[in-house]
């Protein structure tokens, strides 16, 4: 007689296009070999009809969806949602964003961490002077306030002169365009995993280059373009010359930021500055990025699910700050120190 080996559920709620890149053959087949079954929820029926499951993972935005979880949590409170939905919530406004960053603890060191100076604008008719730009000056570049996953949230401008905000549209961030060598580090996490890439970005600005630049240049998600891709902005640089920042400081940001924020699935952009090699700013947080781009992604999840399932009792791992004494619960009451 062959004794079977408990198969764990995993549900997933994922936009349809989250399901094409995230759910790839070679994720359901290694989660598979290591008893993982991933389970497609359907959020326009009911969910707690569709378990059971060991986990949810989701992402997905709006009332019903968070109802949905809500009494899902009810009648099921051991089972970990990753994550809750108010802690998400944090990373969809570009200001709230970033003040995490200000918030975390990490230990000191040579290498610095900070955000580009920024200003909100939330009326349009601001824009049509350039007081705004107070002590931010040019080149800056411009942002939608809400980071909510739309085509909308990711359209940007550089905006090299008070010309250029004219063609902007509030609720807008107005931020410092810092000088990185064209590179950025995405650093993704899965629970207590963490790995850092590099990526492209946009080239520098000297003051000389300003001066014969007018307007506006806008941009979409620029990291995720082809070699050829950037035509238009510039020099590309060669990536595989540049240098890592140090692991362990990476990590101390992504751990304090879990520590921050409760989450478990995110990543963050991070840029080095080009006056000065140690002092590197967080510039973007994204909830549930495109791991199918990470090297080796389909190990690193089903792990992250393994974990979860073994250590369902793992306070620190899934309720992060939760005091002692607190109410163990993965949602709702899961949201983070944002008080
Ligand atoms: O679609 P992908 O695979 O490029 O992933 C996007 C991410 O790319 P990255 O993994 O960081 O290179 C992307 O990251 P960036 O914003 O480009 O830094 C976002 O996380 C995006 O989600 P949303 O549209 O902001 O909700 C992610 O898109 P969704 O598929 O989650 O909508
Ligand atoms: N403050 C900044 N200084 C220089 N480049 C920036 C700055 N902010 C953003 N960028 C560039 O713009 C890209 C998109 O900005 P980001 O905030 O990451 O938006 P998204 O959420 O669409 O990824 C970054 O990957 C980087 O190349
Ligand atoms: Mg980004
Ligand atoms: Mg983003």
């Not at 941009?219 to 595989?240: A, K, W, Y």
Request: one cysteine or more; charged letters at 25%.
């Amino acid at each position: 007689m062959s004794i079977q080996a408990k198969r764990h559920r995993i549900g997933y709620a994922l936009a349809p296009k989250k399901v094409q890149s995230f759910i790839q053959p070679s994720l359901i087949s290694h989660a598979s070999r290591h008893n993982v079954d991933l389970i497609a929820i359907d959020p326009s029926k009911s969910l707690i009809e569709q378990g059971p499951f060991d986990c949810v993972i989701h992402k997905l935005y709006g009332p019903d969806w968070k109802l949905q979880l809500e009494k899902f949590y009810l009648e099921n409170p051991k089972v970990p949602i990753i994550d809750s939905p108010d802690s998400i919530e944090r990373l969809h406004n570009r200001i709230s964003m970033l003040e995490v960053v200000s918030r975390l603890n990490i230990p000191k060191r040579s290498q610095v961490l900070d955000v580009p100076k920024q200003v909100v604008v939330l009326d349009s008719e601001n824009l049509k002077g350039n007081g705004v730009v107070g002590e931010i000056g040019f080149p800056l570049v411009a942002k939608p306030l809400v980071a909510d996953g739309s085509a909308k949230s990711h359209k940007m401008y550089q905006i090299f002169d008070s010309e250029g905000l004219k063609r902007l549209d509030a609720p807008i961030i107005l931020q410092d365009f810092v000088n990185h060598g064209g590179v950025i580090f995405k650093v993704y996490v899965a629970g207590d995993y963490v790995q850092c890439v590099k990526r492209k970005s946009l080239p520098d600005i000297s003051q000389e280059k300003l001066a014969t630049l007018k307007g506006s240049l806008s941009f979409s998600q620029i990291s995720n373009l082809t070699v050829r891709g950037n035509e238009g902005f510039g020099d590309v640089v060669d990536l595989e010359k540049v240098e890592m920042p140090p692991l362990g400081f990476v990590e101390e940001i992504a751990r304090a930021m879990r520590r921050e924020t409760g989450l478990n699935l995110f990543n963050f952009d991070v840029i080095r500055d080009a006056k000065d090699r140690n002092r590197y700013l967080v510039i973007d947080i994204n909830y549930f990025p495109g791991y199918a781009k990470m090297p080796n992604y389909e190990s690193v999840l089903t792990d992250f699910f393994l974990d979860l399932v073994h250590n369902n009792n793992s306070r620190e791992m899934l309720t992060g700050n939760i005091e002692d004494g607190e109410q163990e619960s993965y949602i709702g009451g899961l949201k983070g120190n944002n008080d």
